[in-house]
């Protein structure tokens, strides 16, 4: 069994505040990227003991590089660095992948209960739809694997987070919670210790909820809506293949769900 892990930074456990996930050049964000380092290598941990016979572990926080190399636990192989190609390159790359994990997710931008809740962008508020349904991060994922037949198994983040995968895949998904929100810098933690072992047996259980979870589809062509917060914002962007509609609003039509980012 082949596995995808697709980290995201925003939803790993002990990470509650914006200067963690934000601030390359923060304390905080060093911190951040060896409590990432934790949940993925418990996460493989749990792969391996359902039955994974390869892992490759995304690198999604950012632009950037969140992978510390002498923390990667040595049962994967990482996928990371700076000017990734575009999302519909990279998941070209994973055809023939047996299942996804979305480990370190959040909730969709205004999502009340949501711990460093976005969608995409964590400073200008975008939000984004998808055949007119409100679509965050998870969704997002969801669907560009489900692009080539990959379902996703299990999502870590907070229980909002939790709950938004369970909306949009299904009760068959694995969800674990390593933390709730209280606001949007403000939580009740798990101690990263206690999160890896949830995490470790939400694994191997998802291992074995592989044939029971389906690809996320939409039908398709699927119509894509893009909002900004802020008229400024909107004047700023350059769309790739989308057309404005009003001054907060840019719409497209994706023939496939793996261009769904190329607005
Ligand atoms: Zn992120």
Redesign the pocket.
Known sequence: MRVLICT???GISGVCVWEQ?REMTSELYQDARRLLMGDVAAAIEGCREGGAEEIVVAD???GGFNFIPEMMHPGARYYTGRARPRMSEYISRFEGFDAAILLGY?AMAGTPDGMLRHTQS?RAGNRYWYNGRESGEIAQSALVYGSVGIPVVMVSGDTAACREAREFLGEAVVTVAVKEGLGEQCGVLVPPLAAHTLLREGAREAMARVEQCRPFVMETPIQGCLRFPDKSTADGFQPRRSTRVDDYTFEAVFEDARFIHEF
């Open positions: 995201d930074l925003e996930t999604g926080h950012g959040h964590s």
